[in-house]
Structure formats: structure tokens, C-alpha cells
């Protein structure tokens, strides 16, 4: 297969290949025509990958000092794992462990992903804030901003564009270090035109650490509940509590939704031509609630399972499944026998997909 190398900023990058550009070429302001003149060094600027073009790139120290700052609270929280061992201890409190990364990979790849990034379902306006605060909860900003770099993820899977590469980042930046960089910091409403008309949803796309507080105050008073009755005293039950709940939970929620960004790209089988780097990667499925068949989301990223037969163990997809049920959520979309069987054009997602920033 054909690849397009770019030179950018003096390093040499990999683009899309040149199968898959055909959506891209059909927009005419994805792909600028190159300027008849030279045109003035524009001011520096970070690509969506996170790498610096032009001349005036902000010193390597400087970068470190703000990802420093903006680290702090995810290291501290990922520090506190570390002192497990020191936490009073119960079985019951694995319990609490599992609800909650149960409890926040449903919110992520059940609703994060599959409903406020593609859409995969409806549901009412009630319910919908209702999915935007439970996807919150796993403390990885709001639905705005999540859902705009997912879908440029998808519109510029692999190339300089998209935001999380492993292509062209290291392991570790493109799992989770990209999230900290500047040109990943707004939430950039023109690729979530559809959720920011609800005042709502971008409310706590502003005040996106309401959710984690809120569901972490609850274990706390939980905890200081449990730990009265167990007669170890509210304080250490409290402590207890959140430590093996929320914080542990959380950390194991954020590293299984982060493979997504770097294992699925790297390692796994490719069982669609998708014109990227996307893997299927089963065992993963297991641990992420369905989302390491990811490439069969990226050949058709449209449909609610991605798992897309009855053995490609899916349960994000059996939980919306039971909420399709309930009544909560309705017009669901499966992928078609077509779609499964590899017969279908790459799915082109929406139009507001192909635009740069
Ligand atoms: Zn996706
Ligand atoms: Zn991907």
C-alpha cells in the first residue's frame, strides 16, 4: 500500500496512506492547494499530534514545567495507589474496587465512546445528562472534549493529525502523555457541533471535575457509614473506602481506556483494510468493556457493538443492550451483515469530521 512522508518541522512523518485519503479529497478545505507564493513562517503552533510548527516552539523546559502542572493531580491520585498497603484492608472493599471500574468503563465505552462520539443510539435530553454525568465520573474531562479529539482521532487515524498516534508518538505519550500537551487543552466545539447546542453538556464540559467529586464524596460518606458500623471509626473507613474504590478504580478505569489510544494501534490482528493502524485485540475486550475490537470500529465506527459476532465478547454492547430494555435508550444501530463481512466502502463519518483546526 501506497504512503504519503511528509517533512514537518525537519521530522519525517508517515500520513494516511493513500487508499484511505479518498473522503478527505472529496472536502476541499481537508486539503489545502499549496500557496503560489511563499507565504510569511506562521506563528508556532502545535499540531494536533502535539508536534511544534514554526519557528518559535516554546523551549523543551518550558513544555515540561506546564505538563508538570497539569500532572499533578494525576500523578497524586496515581501515587496514592502506591500506598494501598498502608490502607486498612477488608474484602468487601474489592467490592467497591470492582463496582467502581465496572461502574466507569460502562461510562466510558458505553457512553462516552459509543453514544456521545458516534452516536450510536437516542435517547431523551433527561437521559442524555444523565449519561453525560456518569461518563464524567471517570474523571477524563467531559463529553465535549473527549468526543472532539475521538472523532479527530477517526477522521486522521495514524497521521500528523490525529492526536494520539502511536505511529508517530511514543508509546507513553500517545497511552496518555498527549492528553497533558497544549494543543490538546480546549475543546474544540466545531468537531461536537451536534452536543455543544445543549447548555448542559457544556457546562460540565466546563466544570468537568463536578462528576468525580460528586461520585468520590459519595464513597466517602459511604465509607464513613461502613466504617461506624464495622467499629474502626468513620475516619479510617472513609480513607478505606475511597482509596479501594474511587482512586484504584479510577486508575485502572483511566489505563484501560488509554490502551485504546496506544496497545489497539500497536499490537493485534487486522481483519478489515481500515487505511490506518488499528487492531483488533481480544483479550483486551475483556478488561475494556468491548474496545479492543477496534478495528472493527474503525471500518464502521457507526454501529453500538464492536464485537461483530455472537464470540467477540463485547459487554459495553450488552449493557446498552439491557438499556435499549429498559426502555432508556432506543433506535440502536448493529452493524450490518454487509458492514461484518468487509463488503462495505469504509464508512465516511460525518462531514464536520474532516474539518482541521
Ligand atoms: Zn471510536
Ligand atoms: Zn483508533
Redesign the pocket.
Known sequence: MTQVVENIGGMTVRARPLSSVDALASVPSAMPAPAATPAPPPAARPAASGIYIGASAPTTFARILIMFRRLTLVAVIHLCVLFLPFVYFSWSLLFATLFTYAFLMIGMAGWM?RYF??RTFRTSRAFQFVLAFWAGCAAQRGTLWWAAH?RRH?AFADTVDDPHTPALLSFWRSHMAWIFEDAHQPSNYKWVRDLARYPELRFLDKWYWTPPIVYWSCFALLGAWWGHAQGIGAGVGSRAMVVWGPVLGTVLAWHATFCINSITHMWGKRRYDTGDDSRNVPWLSWFNFGEGWHNN?HYY?HSANLGFHWWEVDPGYYVILLTEKLGLIWDVKKAPPRAVEGQVRRAKPRPEHFERD
Open positions: 465512546h462520539s458516534h475521538h477517526h470500529h465506527p
